[in-house]
């Protein structure tokens, strides 16, 4: 099949504007994309394709794939209005990719880590065999090599035409993220709009640290099923990241523009590194300062640079906790 990661194809529609799904506003998609696709006027946060998400987060040049060759089988010979293999085989030449998550080895302002990002482009961004297999790999990879794993979850939930081994990677990851937390590794979930089903009820909830995008939909079932069930009016903004925030069901709400410091300053946290150095500077001498006793010298380091970067003064909304493994 001739598909490459390098050659693949941009599936959004042409045109040079876009309207954005939530306000209407008319977007001209040069700025849009230049905002990492979030609305100007609104700030709503678009699906970002997984290979865009890989350059916002990761440094420059540091991220390494690994296991993109692995692909899915059409076990079950599963037919709905296409066999599902044909799907496959569709989806891969349309977007380039071999499933619905890439994961590698990237650094994140200096910071070695493990990286999964989902890609809602890849059949909904559903979670079958290659997906729980990606991730359960890549937990066993980062204990091995001492690394912190970072997941992020896009994703329409499990994938039906996988039947009953799709539903079998929520355990799956499950149990690979736990194994990892009993020997003490250290795991941060980003849930992007929309993650739900299988992949909200396993493992992008339970990691170490669980952030969310704003107005981002995170939930089991959808809103309307729920509704239609209960026979009851759902409360303002249920399912979303605020809402969820406010429940409990989540650590913080981290908006697109501060991911990047977010996480280094997580990752930072969870190595024993400066993590108010690594959160401030784009310097990755600075973040590599190592351990907190030198925050000091750190802090000082990186006061000089900070000019440049004042979107560190809006602060997280709410602190997040590392919860017991
Ligand atoms: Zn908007």
New binding site residues.
Partial sequence: MAWTRFGKKKDMPGGLWIK?E??G?MLFRKDFEQRHRV?Q??D?HFTLPARDRIALTADEGSFEEIWERLGAEDVLEFNDRMPYGEKLKATRAKTGESDAMVTGLATVKGIPCALGVMNFRFLGGSMGMVVGEKIARLCERALADGLPVILFACSGGARMHEGAVSLMQMAKTCGALQKLHAAGGVSISVMTHPTTGGVTASFASVCDFLIAEPGALIGFAGPRVIATTIKKELPKGFQRSEFLLEKGQIDCIVERSRMRDELARLLAYATGRDAVAAYKSEDHAVADVGPAADSKDGKKAVKGKSKTKSKAKTKVKAKAKPKKG
């Fill in positions: 954005c939530s306000c506003t609305c006027t609104c709503y």
